[in-house]
């Protein structure tokens, strides 16, 4: 199982911007997939998660509305487009992938043990 995020940079509060997580290993019938992110000297939290099979997806309160979870299963990616950027969101963001138990949550970071480099996200003035 390989994983690796991109897409991350510099932007404006307000602004918007696309992660791409690029998979391998694995199909997205099986595995559910993670973006988390982590903010220096803070906890791993997850963002948003896309589970496999029916492909629904969850959010953390605080970015529902303004990020979108998608996948594309032709090119094996996994997409986070993220709107309305704030300082909050400033992080390093990863995407992990595993097999999660049908019923439960898939937003918990704990669950996974896969995951790839991630790609820095930071938003400023």
């Known amino acids: 199982v390989q994983l690796q995020a991109s897409g991350g940079g510099l932007v404006q509060p307000g602004d918007s911007l696309r992660l791409s997580c690029s998979f391998s290993g694995f199909t997205l019938d099986k595995y559910a997939i993670l973006w988390f992110r982590q903010a220096p000297g803070k906890e791993r939290e997850g963002v948003s998660c896309i589970r496999s099979g029916t492909g629904r997806a969850d959010y953390r309160d605080s970015v529902q509305g303004r990020f979108t979870i998608s996948k594309d299963n032709t090119k094996n990616i996994v997409y986070l487009q993220m709107d309305n950027l704030t300082p909050e969101d400033t992080a390093v963001y990863y995407c992990?992938?595993?097999?999660?138990?049908?019923?439960?949550?898939?937003?918990?970071?704990?669950?996974?043990?896969?995951w790839g480099q991630g790609t820095l996200v930071t938003v400023s003035s």
């Open positions: 992990a992938a595993d097999w999660i138990v049908y019923g439960q949550p898939c937003i918990h970071v704990v669950l996974y043990s896969n």
